[in-house]
């Protein structure tokens, strides 16, 4: 597992390549080893992500008879949605590099992506827990967190750009592929799985 002075060297490189600074690319392992250990930022941000979990527990339960429950089984289900919005941009993402002939460049952006999404989970968790302390104040979060959505976007466009060039066609679709299908994904496998608030 990384050690948190090995996260600030990748944030780092993430806020160097943000400012197109090639420096940032010694930050950062774009190794194939170094692809496999950008995962252990799903551990890093475990923190935020349980966070959520309770608040969407509580959205729940607040749609739900009263008396109903919401305990392992509920926690296990946001567990595998939360595990698909990590994986399958990843593997649309192979699938993508591999149509467009960038697939020496899948590493790296695996690398980018997965870090990226650190800082962005506890973004998202600082708005999660002003929702539990502040519910008067969703109107704001929810603005909050649309500009959060646009920030995150133009930043992974920014070092996308970094990675692969100026080919906005290219670059434009490897934003969306890690954006996009995630959040539609959720959604659906909430739904499926029964821990949709409602």
């Known amino acids: 597992m990384p050690t948190l002075k090995e996260i600030e060297i990748y944030l780092k490189g993430l806020w160097l390549l943000l400012r197109q600074d090639p420096a940032g690319f010694t930050h950062l392992d774009f190794s194939d ?3 496999a250990r950008s995962f252990w930022s799903i551990a890093w941000s475990l923190p935020a992500i349980l966070l959520s979990f309770a608040w969407w527990r509580v959205l729940f339960l607040e749609g739900q008879a009263a008396g109903t429950k919401a305990g392992l089984l ?5 567990t595998l949605v939360e595990a698909a919005n990590w994986l399958v941009p990843v593997i649309l993402l192979g699938v993508l590099c591999w149509m ?6 899948f590493a790296s952006l695996v690398v980018v992506t997965n870090w990226l999404a650190l800082p962005a989970s506890y973004a998202y968790g600082v708005l999660v827990l002003i929702m539990m302390l502040l519910p008067s104040l969703s109107g704001l979060v929810a603005l909050l967190w649309f500009l959060l959505m646009v920030t995150l976007i133009a930043i992974l466009f920014r070092i996308v750009r970094m990675i692969v060039g100026d080919h906005l066609l290219t670059i434009s679709t490897i934003v969306m592929v890690v954006l996009v299908p995630s959040m539609i994904l959720a959604e659906l496998l909430e739904r499926y799985l029964g821990v949709y608030p409602g």
């Open 33 to 35: 080893r170094g692809a």
């Open 74 to 78: 509920f926690f296990f289900r946001l």
């Open 100 to 105: 467009v002939g960038l697939g020496e460049k």
